[in-house]
């Protein structure tokens, strides 16, 4: 027997414990306080006083309106400005732009792309000052309320912006399994447009694919924290803000209520995916009959512009947006109505050097530990189904889609509140396990189609020659997997840096990374500060795309075989 | 009305080039009815050079040249206007759409729904697949989706027909009967043909020119 192995089978029960033990330990954390049982402040339920304070708070409708309104229409217009864009434009040369900048406009980290497009539209932003004061006559600022709009539509909008690149390479993806331009040439050669045809042909076989990630997306958009707390409204917030607020209320029994109002964020979720859900059963009957009719809409300019349109858009506004966050951080005096800073300085970066170069330490620490565990585990499990012919079955998605599903504010909370139960402490090594939840199925995601199109008839011909399992492991495979591997590691990264919620709370408030502290200057408006934390932020994300672009092409620059994966 | 000389699918002067290499060049003419059969090994372009005739051409390739049908330039229409039909190996039935629905869409817009339905089950009895209608696709036969394949392109009223390896994936015996029955509904509805093959006998009862490319 190869002892060395016997660690192996047990690597998916641990992948298995680390993805969804948080999650049910979180949601039982939840569940105990909600029915009025805290030890930690001297009280035992169970009754129903939490859900009464919460029925009685005076927000209490108007957040979960807020909640349903801009998650279920960020998620809905982010999946129509996808399909508009597929629709439109895939397969053209305008199209390779797209998806080239994709992937680095990806992984800006959420509160980033939110503080830029804050910084875009805001009545003193770049928008209104191009067009004042010449086209507006505002020589000062207006005092419009744009951002943290009570309707919540630059909350939309900033979640929009984070979604559409999200859903859309998930969609190219998708669209080369399916074969997409071919089923597209015969139905433009039954004389269908461009746009009609993509959307009958290409999209339902497409959406089946990407079914999961929107419903993530769906979830995402209700219950996010570190958006809404930048470009959502303060009164009331959505539930989620509201949430943390009470999680962080020095009075412990506001906790209770906390609980009550998470189990009510997680029974939003599952209503708004029902609705979902059947929403996409009527569409489908409706496009049924429509399409019976053979209506062929060969005259789409107008769309196909719109979806350009719509593609500039967000990509402008990331790219502009991260573009304010550098002139502000530099900026010395910036007077309205002046497109550009009066004067550069390093002033802002030098204030912050001290502050910032510790939570970058943090950042990159917690990140760190947690992609090494993540890709550990994640590399053995895909290794162990493969010695033991194990299959990742649609079930196992779901499970492996579970914690992005389940929406944080339902059970990160429960997750701290049962740890100061259990007088366990918050701090970096449970901030650690509570990112590993979130980095693991990001990582699985990345690596499952490299990992599977690998040719195993090399694996064949290596144990032809006398290779044992092990050797093939590491001399093999996963050298042939370098460049994968590493985008996976930078994906990772990337989610670990923009955590916000678990690591504020699973922190105890104690663990400072370069994303709580950059949502933390939100509600002081030191744009010069948010400029520093922002840029640090992205940066920490980006710089592991650029590592993982740039080892591959250097280790293998004289084996072109390894160049395209 | 067109010119009667100049009905059919022309290529005049056509070249596709990659970068700096020739891939392919054509200077033809195939008038309707008749069939032209391009023959060659894999990677020598022919498919490339029926994306370029539907209108489909991939950025990467720059096309040089005309091509007319019946009396019309169609080289930089967009593919829904050419009236090109094609047929490929993989036939391509949308897997989401019952057969009835394929074929459906196919159909020219116009007509009450009743009449359209109608039409579809004239359409399926013609190949001898009446009663297919509410079938998913994925349960056919290679042969029997041909015929699908076949009678969704044809309901589209295409002025011209493209054949890229579409009888490969069938054994031997399908294979002729296939073969016999597309080339008779092309013949019969007077269609110029542009066929693609690796297979001799398909060229020999395709009973026209036949151009082999590269080699």
Known sequence: ?565 | MADQSKLGLRLEGLEICHGDRRLVALNHEIAPGEVLTLMGPSGVGKSTLLSAVIGTLSPEFRLLGEIFLNGQIITNLPPHQRNVGILFQETLLFPHMSVGANLAFGLASGGTRAERRERVNLALAKVGLEGFADRDPATLSGGQRARVALMRTLLAKPQALLLDEPFSGLDAALRTKIRKLVFEQARAQNLPVLMVTHDGEDAAAAGGEVITLGG
């Open chain 1, 1 to 565: 027997m190869q002892t060395q192995h016997t660690f192996l089978p047990f690597l998916p029960a641990l992948t298995l414990l680390a993805l969804l033990g948080p999650v049910v330990g979180g949601l039982y954390g939840t569940l105990l306080p909600a029915f009025g049982h805290l030890p930690a402040a001297g009280l035992s339920g169970p009754s129903l006083d939490p859900f009464r304070g919460l029925l009685a708070w005076p927000g209490f409708l108007p957040s979960v309106r807020l909640s349903m309104v801009t998650g279920i229409g960020a998620a809905f217009l982010s999946l129509s400005v996808v399909a508009l864009i597929l629709a439109g434009w895939s397969g053209t040369r305008a199209f390779r732009w797209v998806e080239r900048l994709l992937s680095p406009l990806l992984s800006v980290p959420h509160a980033a792309a939110a503080f830029g497009l804050a910084f875009l539209i805001a009545p003193s932003g770049w928008v209104v000052r191009l067009f004042s004061p010449w086209l507006t006559g505002w020589e000062r600022p207006p005092d419009v309320l744009i951002l943290q709009d009570p309707l919540g539509l630059s909350l939309i909008a900033g979640l929009v912006v984070k979604e559409v690149p999200f859903l859309l390479l998930m969609s190219i993806s998708a669209m080369g399994q399916v074969g997409g331009a071919k089923q597209l040439a015969v139905a433009q050669s039954l004389g269908y447009g461009r746009v009609a045809g993509w959307l009958a042909v290409v999209f339902p076989a497409i959406y089946v694919r990407i079914r999961l990630p929107v419903l993530v997306v769906l979830a995402w958009s209700m219950s996010v924290v570190d958006v809404a707390v930048i470009l959502g409204p303060s009164t009331p917030s959505t539930l989620s803000v509201q949430i943390v607020r009470w999680m962080s209320d020095p009075d412990l029994t506001f906790r209770l209520q906390a609980a009550a109002a998470a189990l009510v964020q997680l029974g939003l979720v599952i209503v708004a995916l029902l609705v979902w859900t059947a929403a996409e059963w009527s569409l489908v009957q409706l496009s049924k009959r429509y399409f019976h009719m053979g209506r062929r809409h060969a005259r789409d300019r107008v769309l196909r512009g719109v979806g350009a349109g719509l593609a500039g858009t967000v990509s402008l506004a990331l790219i502009l947006g991260l573009l304010g966050l550098v002139l502000w951080s530099f900026a010395g005096f910036w007077s309205f109505p002046d497109l550009l800073p009066q004067q550069f300085t390093l002033r802002s970066w030098q204030r912050h050097s001290a502050g910032s170069f510790d939570a970058l330490t943090e950042t990159a620490l917690i990140a760190g530990c947690v992609v090494t565990l993540g890709i550990v585990l994640t590399l053995g499990c895909l290794e162990a189904e493969e010695r033991h012919n194990l299959r990742l079955t649609s079930k196992g998605m779901w499970l492996l889609y579970l914690p992005l599903l389940v929406p944080q504010t339902a059970f990160i909370p429960g997750l701290q509140t049962l740890l100061l139960n259990f007088g366990l402490e918050t701090g970096r090594g449970a901030v650690i396990l509570a990112h590993l939840v979130f980095v693991l199925p990001y990582l699985r995601l990345s690596l499952q189609d490299p990992w599977m199109q690998w040719d195993r008839r090399q694996a064949v011909s290596s144990a032809a020659l006398g290779a044992s399992p092990r050797r093939i492991f590491w001399r093999v495979r996963l050298p042939m997997l370098l460049a994968p591997i590493l985008t996976a590691i930078a994906v990772g990264v990337a989610v670990s840096v923009g955590q916000y919620l678990p690591t504020l709370l699973i922190g105890g408030g104690r663990v400072e990374t370069l994303t709580t502290e950059a949502v933390a200057l939100a509600s002081g408006g030191d744009r010069r500060a948010i400029g520093v934390f922002g840029l640090l932020q992205t940066a920490a994300a980006l710089l592991p795309f650029a590592i993982a672009l740039v080892v591959p092409a250097v280790i293998w620059r004289n084996r072109k075989g390894l160049r395209h994966g």
